[in-house]
Structures are given as C-alpha cells and as structure tokens.
C-alpha cells in the first residue's frame, strides 16, 4: 500500500486527496475512517474526468453495510456477492470518494483487467495410467465421474464431438453466461443459464474457453489422422461459466460467486446430483498481465476463501510471464497460501513423453527470495492438443489444426501453449481425486498433490520451505495423479484406524 501510495502522490487532486487519506494512521482518528483503496483503483480515480462514472467494489463488514454505503452516495447497484459482503456499483470519483467514510465500509477494489494466459500431455501426468489402472468407490474407472468441474472462461460450445458422451449426451451439464456489467442493472442475478445448445465462446477472445474445457474432460476421441486423445478427466461434468468479451475481474468474480451460491446443486435443486454432480473445483486461466502483489482484501480472495471452506478447490494459471526469480510474475491470487488454491506452472515434455522434460519458459516465475510467490506444482502446458473452432481467433493461432473424429469435423482441434494449458491439466486431476475421495478437504488434495509431485530437475534448485521441497519456477514438480491417489488413501486409512480410539 505505501509503495504505491507514493506512486501515485504525482497525481492529480484526487490523488493526492486519497493518497493523505491512505496514509492517514489510526492516531490521526478521523470520525469515520477512511475505507482503504487499491492501488490499481487509486490510480485509475486520479486520471478520472469528474462525472465519468467507473465500476467499484464496495466491501463492506457485511452486504448491509456494502448496500447502505453505496446508497447513501447514490451509485448505481450492478451486483451484489452477498456472501462475502460486496456490492458491485458505478459511481464518479466524487461518490467513491463519499463512500470510503461510510460506516462499515472495509475496501474499495476497481474492475481490474484481466487477460486469458494464453501465449501426449496424459501420459507425463499419469493421468490415462490413473483412469486405466485406478477406480472410484463404485468401481468405475477414476476419471472425474461424478464431479462437475467449473470452468471460468470465455466460454464453450457444449455441441463440440470432444465433449461429446457416448449416449449422444455433453459433458456441459449447464452452460452460464456472466451478463454482469454488459446489459445495464442487471441485478444481483447477472450469471444466468443459457441453452446447453448455445456456443457462448463466439467473442473477440473466443475459443480459450473451448480449448481449457477440452483439456479438463474431453472424452476419448479419435481423429482423423489415427490420433488418439481424452482430457485429462475424461468422465467429469463441465459446469461451464462465460465471462464475456470484456475481460474485467467483476466478470470474473461474478463467475466465482455463482460457484460458491450454487457449487451443491450447479442445476438446480430439482436436478440430481446424478445428473448434475456438484461443483469440487474452479478452473481460472486468466489474470492480470505481469503479475501483481497479492492482495488478501480482493473479493477474488475473498470468494476463493470462501469456496476452500465449502470443500471447492480453486485452480489458477501461473501466468506466462516469464521470469528470471528477481521478481514475482505469477498470478496474484493464486498466492493465495490457503489450502486447497493450487498455482500452476507450465511443464514441457518436449514432445518425449517423458517426465524429465523442462519448465517453459514462458511459464511465470516467482520471486527467488519470497516463496509465498511460487507456484505450487507444474503441470502440462506446452503443444497441448485440445478442442478447438477453425473460426476461433485464439484456435487459429495454434499450431497444427487438426480433424475429426467425424468427416465433417474440419479444424476441430488444435495445439496451442500456456499456463492456461497447464491449470485445466491440475483442476481435472482434482476432479479424479474428489471421485476416489469425496469427503478430502481441498487443503488434503492440495497436500496430496504437492507431497507427491515428481521433482524434474530443469531450472531452479528444489529448497525445503514450509513443510515442501519445492522452486520458485516450477513448484513442487510435476503433478503426478497416481501418486497423489495413493497418498490420499493412506491419509483415508489413517483417519478410519484413529476412529475406534477417538471413541474410547
Ligand atoms: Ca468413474
Ligand atoms: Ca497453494
């Protein structure tokens, strides 16, 4: 806060209004304290003309609150994340201003943005080895069954022949669009369902969505060429969640709040769960360009938080900034140091299929000297073949179109790079894991997956710090499932010989 605050004394009036106001101590004892701003806020208020209003996020101590402040200073509700206390509003500099010294007001966040982290993958994971060889609890293969996996991102077509079950059914088993801030008052219910039949992933960054969704749960498909390929939890459900062609984090943080309303029943209550599995895991392959402090006070910590205590795990892309370790790149949030929020690294096997491969370059480093920076664990990022539209801007920067499996499937698939490659990869994975262990805590998952990833020796030395040995470039190592599967029921088996003595 107080580096940026000198950031932005340079500024215009405003600025250096909300600058004094942030360096204000408690000493100083104002009659109502001034609600602390971010950084990205600040800055965007100083350059602000006087009546252009702007998208806030009003934190309150609870949504009472958040709502009375912000109609006490007559900004304009576009939604509410009554959970964790936010409203979502548009007001001009002045109202925002107005609004910090309401009572009950903690922090006021802008509408950052945020970028998708764009720039055979089963066998390094032992993900196919986990559904060959591995069986959940009804002693169907482990591959995701039974588990919805939401996917936050621009958007899928539910029609696509990789998502396609064998009964002819979809692995979306509901298709939302995140309407907030597109239409004016919306309301509090701007994520609505839309057809299970409409392709949601048709704006200007169309086709990242198809490609992620492809890469957590296609179904084994075989093209044209002979090719053979499944996603990395090729029985999951797809709980697929559209943040619309303005990429902006209240987007995505509608997206988030949706989940944590509705992760136990993704359908409705009237849809089973056999039909519609609940929600255990969020995939993000999104962030802001460059990395970023992490900031516990955002509503998308908040949310994640939130979601972690109700047995959801959060997946992030690392980020594809690069790096060198001089500096932290990787996605903010998933800095996150509550159990069961997973960063994800890149890995590449260099088309070997082997698990001594490299980190990709591309993939986003951590500071060297700050491990709460690091990612957590590095999965497959690099030619990673997915679904994909020959119409989709990002499908058609891939390097290999590809068809099939049927004759009329023309550009159906195609290769493409990145961290957001790489998180679809972990989020599957966790999907398998919750199968074979639904009552694991995300914290467990998280600790099964770190305490058993393959350490490849490529890039950064590994160093022991808080109870992992692990890097800043690509965590702990390679998520390997199999393992991870193993661990967990050793925890399970522990947990079940303790039983008996509890009750002494
Ligand atoms: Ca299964
Ligand atoms: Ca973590």
Not at 293 to 308: G, I
């Amino acid at each position: 806060m107080t580096r940026s605050t000198r950031r932005i004394l340079g500024g215009g009036s405003l600025a250096a209004l909300v600058a004094g106001a942030l360096l204000a101590t408690p000493a100083q004892a104002a009659p109502e304290p001034l609600a602390p701003v971010q950084d990205f806020l600040a800055d965007q208020l100083a350059g602000l003309a006087a009546a252009t209003p702007t998208t806030v996020l009003v934190h309150g101590t609870d949504i009472a609150a958040a709502r009375d402040a912000v109609a006490a200073t007559g900004m304009r509700t576009v939604t509410e994340f009554e959970r964790i206390g936010v409203v979502v509003a548009a007001g001009t500099a002045g109202q925002v201003e107005a609004v910090r010294s309401q009572p009950g007001v903690t922090y006021l966040e802008g509408n950052t943005p945020i970028a998708f982290t764009q720039e055979t993958s089963n066998t390094a994971t032992h993900g196919a080895e986990a559904v060959a060889t591995l069986t959940g609890p009804d002693g169907s293969p482990l591959d995701g069954s039974g588990v919805s996996v939401a996917v936050v991102d621009s958007g899928i077509d539910p029609t696509h022949p990789y998502l396609r079950d064998p009964d002819g059914g979809s692995a979306v088993v509901a298709n939302l669009k995140s309407l907030c801030l597109v239409e004016a008052d919306t309301g509090p219910d701007c994520v609505v369902p839309v057809s299970g039949l409409v392709d949601t992933d048709t704006t200007s960054g169309g086709g990242h969505g198809m490609h992620v969704s492809g890469i957590v749960a296609g179904r084994p498909t075989t093209l044209s060429d002979g090719g053979q390929l499944q996603g990395a939890a090729p029985g999951a459900s797809i709980v697929s969640v559209s943040t619309g062609a303005v990429l902006l984090i209240v987007g995505a943080d509608s997206a988030l709040n949706w989940v944590l309303e509705n992760h136990e029943a993704p359908c409705g209550a009237g849809v089973s769960a056999a039909e519609c599995p609940p929600i255990k895991v969020t995939n993000n392959s999104y962030g802001p360009a460059g990395g970023g402090e992490f900031d516990p006070r955002s509503a998308t910590v908040k949310l994640q938080r939130a979601l972690a205590a109700e047995g959801v795990v959060t997946v992030w892309a690392a980020g594809n900034d690069g790096g060198d370790g001089s500096e932290s790149l990787t996605n903010p949030p998933g800095q996150d140091p509550t159990g069961g929020i997973l960063s994800v690294a890149s890995y590449s096997d260099q088309d070997t299929g082997t698990r001594d491969g490299v980190v990709s370059e591309y993939s986003s480093r951590g500071a060297a000297a700050d491990p709460s920076t690091w990612p957590d664990l590095s999965a497959p990022g690099e030619a990673i073949t997915s679904s994909c539209r020959p119409t989709m801007p990002i499908c058609s920067t891939g390097l290999d179109p590809r068809n099939g499996p049927g004759l009329l499937d023309v550009g159906t698939f195609n290769t493409i790079s990145g961290t957001s490659m790489a998180a679809p990869h972990v989020a599957g994975i966790v999907a398998q894991l919750f199968e074979a262990y639904p009552t694991a805590t995300p914290a467990e998952i998280e600790a099964a997956l770190k305490g058993t990833a393959y350490r490849y020796a490529d890039g950064a030395a590994y160093q022991r710090t808080g109870g992992y040995t692990t890097s800043f470039d690509k965590g702990t190592g390679l998520v390997d499932v199999v393992a991870a599967a193993q661990a967990l029921r050793g925890e399970a088996a522990a947990t079940s010989s303790k039983k008996p003595k509890r009750g002494r």
